[in-house]
């Protein structure tokens, strides 16, 4: 990047103006990762100071059946293969058995694609999880999960969506999103539901009520220019309906999975999620997910512009599958002591951002 542009960029973030996609690209294409990383950490301690982000969760995938063959993907199984399984309500109960005595606040609940895990059966798991937990949010289903519903019985997005929140759903997450450019989409998860499908269910969740977070899956056979066209999208939407909460960078991992390739570095994670927080000024929060980023990782991260590391993560498996090394194994005192020593407060939050506690 040249001067001039560095001094273009920096005078625009310092009078709050929005950037360009081809800013964008203009950071991505510069070296000095401690000059954006600066820059990014201005924009968060105006918005929240010295205060860091977590929650106490528990995560709960019902099954790893899956139609779909994402590239990337080293958790799904195809149904009767060795490790394959669908857990049935019961079982589900029993693996959310103790959650509030633990203090856990949310249920992340996310699986496989398959038609023995339809819109009936995760109904009823709503419920049963509802009825046996009154004080839990339930953050359930990616919208490429939403998609596969509304496809398995002739629904809408609105009327799926109004029969879930009837049975229970707090929230979405913001899974399946990976990359929008449809060149990367045809390469890696041909399959799923694609950019503008993604978009439109978040909107009608948003329409409905539903916070909503949102992700990008990097590090594998993207651009700059396509990670750009990506946050511009969500960016747009986020402009309409005011309803994320929150953007989370996903570092891609290439274990158990036909994409195979290089991991991110730690100069890509902390570069990305920088220019998350200077390109997505209309988002509250950047989340620095701590099981792909590492621990370690994650604290540097809290100086380039992160405000939230998460939650304690218990019995996460997805990212275990693809090779992530750290999955659920930090305590709630452990996440507070990680935040406290890279310099910040940690403040205990509910899925929508309710501060519950203050370390």
């Not at 060149?183 to 269910?201: H, Q």
């Not at 594998?220 to 747009?236: G, V």
Request: aromatic share 8%; hydrophobic share 40%; with cysteine.
């Amino acid at each position: 990047m040249d001067s001039a542009t560095l001094t273009a960029i920096t005078a625009k973030v310092e009078a709050g103006e929005r950037l360009s996609e081809a800013d964008g690209v203009a950071l991505f294409r510069s070296p000095d990762l401690n000059w954006i990383g600066a820059l990014a950490n201005r924009v968060r301690r105006a918005r929240h100071g010295r205060v860091c982000y977590f929650n106490v969760n528990r995560h709960l995938n019902p099954t790893n059946v899956c139609v779909y063959r994402c590239h990337f993907c080293g958790f799904r199984r195809d149904a009767g293969a060795d490790g394959a399984y669908l857990m049935s309500i019961d079982d589900c109960l029993a693996a959310t058995d103790g959650a509030e005595e633990a203090g856990i606040t949310e249920l992340h609940i996310v699986g496989g694609i398959t038609p023995k895990a339809d819109l009936d059966y995760y109904e009823a798991l709503l419920r049963a999880l509802r009825a046996a937990h009154p004080t839990l949010h339930l953050k359930a289903f990616t919208a490429v999960e939403i998609a596969f519903f509304c496809r398995h019985h002739h629904l809408d997005h609105r009327a799926c969506l109004e029969r879930l929140i009837d049975a229970g759903l707090g929230s979405m997450p913001g899974g399946g999103a990976e990359i929008f450019a449809e060149r990367v989409r045809r390469s890696v998860c041909k399959e799923k539901a694609g950019a503008d499908e993604w978009l439109a269910i978040h909107r009608t969740a948003h329409e409905l009520g539903l916070k909503t977070n949102a992700t990008m899956l990097y590090g594998h056979i993207e651009t700059p220019e396509e990670r750009i066209d990506h946050m511009a999208r969500l960016r747009a939407l986020q402009d309409e309906t005011g309803g994320f909460q929150v953007f989370i960078p996903l570092a891609y991992h290439n274990e158990n999975n036909p994409l195979a390739g290089e991991m991110t570095t730690g100069y890509d994670d902390l570069k990305t999620l920088a220019i998350a927080r200077l390109f997505l000024d209309n988002f509250d929060h950047i989340k620095s997910f701590w099981i792909m980023h590492t621990p370690a990782v994650a604290q540097v991260a809290l100086h380039y512009g992160v405000d939230d590391l998460d939650g304690t993560v218990t019995e996460e498996r997805v990212t275990a599958a693809a090779g992530g090394r750290t999955a659920g194994r930090e305590s709630k005192q452990q996440l507070i002591d990680l935040i406290r020593t890279a310099g910040f407060t940690p403040v205990q939050r509910s899925t929508v951002y309710e501060e519950l506690a203050r370390f």
